[in-house]
């Protein structure tokens, strides 16, 4: 089993439409959690940390689930530049050092 | 914050050449860093941890004799593709962290290495 893992995709979806996106990671003992998303030919960015109360910015709303150990992404009125791979990561440790885990990433492609 | 500087953003070099790749904290110290290398359509790969003032972790599989990593200081990590082939051609992107558990990783721009 895969330390992270996501839905697959590629989710083509049309513009304005909700789309959510889930993880699931397999160390219980696990840290921190983000959501990156990464254009095409391009450095990961960090699009939100996820907290345990839930939290949202604007038009993303993240949430974790410990006792399923479940993170998701909701994107509302998704927008043409939306389109990108969303990442799911995971600290698994104490440390800066401890290595954070991606996960394989969602592509998600909005038409007009 | 928190902004991580790579450069080169792009290389092209010849097979069998050496190419080195900086990566540097603007704005924080980083006694950790980590590289990654990314093959098109691929996910994300860590190669390695750079660790200030002493060897670096490699991955299983990951030559070290071959990525040649150095952290002299707090502010600076260096990758070297020794010897590159075109077999190593691909997106190098390193990364840090400011200290604290649940502060994330902030990436350079990426280097897109092409060996001919």
């Known amino acids: 089993r895969k330390e992270v893992e996501q839905d697959p995709g590629p989710f083509n979806v049309p513009e304005g439409a909700t789309v959510a996106f889930n993880c699931t990671y397999s160390?219980?003992?696990?840290?921190?959690f983000f959501w990156y998303r990464q254009d095409c030919r391009k450095e990961p960015k960090l699009l939100m940390s996820?907290?345990?109360s839930g939290n949202e910015d604007g038009r993303f709303t993240a949430q974790l689930n410990r006792a399923s150990q479940y993170i998701s992404l909701l994107i509302r009125d998704s927008k043409l530049s939306d389109s990108a791979t969303y990442l799911c990561?995971?600290?698994?440790?104490?440390?800066?050092?401890?290595?954070?885990?991606f996960g394989s990433g969602t592509r998600l492609s909005i038409r007009p | 914050g928190a902004v991580v500087s790579q450069h080169p953003s792009w290389v092209i070099c010849k097979s069998g050449t050496s190419v080195k790749i900086e990566c540097r904290s603007l704005?924080?110290?980083?006694?950790?860093m980590f590289w990654y290398r990314q093959f098109p359509k691929q996910s994300l790969m860590l190669m390695a941890t750079?660790?200030?003032?002493?060897?670096?972790?490699?991955e299983q599989g990951v030559e070290k004799d071959k990525f040649l990593i150095n952290h002299a200081s707090l502010t600076l990590s260096t990758l070297t593709v020794t010897s590159a082939h075109p077999e190593d051609s691909s997106f190098y992107i390193c990364?840090?962290?400011?200290?604290?558990?649940?502060?994330?990783?902030?990436f350079g721009n990426g280097t897109r290495l092409t060996v001919t």
């Open positions: 990364s840090a962290r400011v200290l604290g558990i649940d502060s994330p990783l902030h």
């Open positions: 160390n219980s003992a696990s840290q921190s």
């Open positions: 996820v907290y345990s």
């Open positions: 990561v995971v600290n698994p440790g104490y440390s800066s050092a401890s290595k954070i885990i």
């Open positions: 704005d924080f110290q980083a006694t950790t």
């Open positions: 750079s660790n200030e003032g002493s060897k670096a972790t490699y």
